[in-house]
């Protein structure tokens, strides 16, 4: 493993669908990525503590960090947080990032918040759903400002909004990657198997969104060319 991170295997919405998480997992090796990412509900329908620990479990068998935030289907949040938690002690290349940051290899932070994020304040959910007024997720992510020296990247389980591109994205997600400038945002677009576009530019952030990986898509992300190489697992 290089000890800097300069390729990322970019997840979206594994959805519960284990054995392809494992068959992505697998292939870490051959696409010679330091860091794998997952943004979007990792559970599906069913028992959900135990599909976490299945999923936590098999990404614990790369053998480079994973970083990942819920989506709003991981509800309620007390699951996703015991089995984290529980999973981050046994595997510590594990990292939830879900309203907080870690460490990738080379002075990379890794940021996100998971759930629906509302622009406007419409209160939190947390059990139901996954679901943040806009100022919360603005809170919990303001440490980073501190961490100027270090290149970020930042995940999300909703777009931010884009002029022409994803107006119905989050306004307040854009502002906030508009004010740390990470050099990579990994987000869910439900629109991606439909959508030409795979990528986009918001300011210096290079907005990746890599698919649905219940449906077999995973994405490369090669930070120091800025480019990106998709793939299914099917």
Do not use: C
Not at 78 to 84: I, M, P, Q, S, V
Not at 138 to 166: N, T, W
Not at 171 to 180: G, Q, S
Not at 227 to 233: D, L, Q, R, W
Request: glycine residues 10%.
């Amino acid at each position: 493993m290089r000890r800097f991170t300069r390729k990322v295997l970019a997840l979206a919405r594994p959805a519960g669908e284990i054995e392809y998480l494992k068959r992505a997992v697998e292939l870490v090796p051959e696409l010679d990525v330091d860091a794998v990412v997952i943004v979007g509900d990792l559970a599906g329908g069913g028992e959900k503590g135990k599909q976490y620990r299945q999923i936590f479990k098999a990404l614990g068998a790369a053998p480079v960090p994973s970083f990942y935030v819920p989506g709003p289907g991981d509800a309620p949040v007390e699951e996703y947080l015991r089995e984290a938690y529980n999973m981050e002690i046994v595997f510590p290349y594990l990292h939830s990032v879900h309203g907080s940051f870690a460490f990738a290899p080379g002075h990379v932070l890794v940021a996100g918040m998971g759930g629906d994020v509302l622009d406007e304040d419409g209160g939190r959910e947390e059990v139901a759903s996954l679901t943040y007024p806009a100022w919360e997720v603005e809170y919990r992510l303001k440490v980073i400002s501190e961490l100027k020296d270090y290149q970020k990247i930042m995940l999300f389980s909703r777009m931010p909004a884009h002029k022409g591109l994803h107006e119905s994205g989050s306004e307040a997600l854009a502002e906030l990657v508009k004010t740390h400038n990470p050099r990579l945002v990994v987000a869910y677009d439900p629109a991606y198997r439909t959508s030409t576009l795979k990528h986009e530019w918001l300011g210096k952030s290079l907005v990746v969104a890599p698919g649905s990986l219940a449906e077999g898509d995973f994405s490369v992300v090669d930070l120091h060319e800025a480019s990106i190489e998709t793939g299914n697992v099917r």
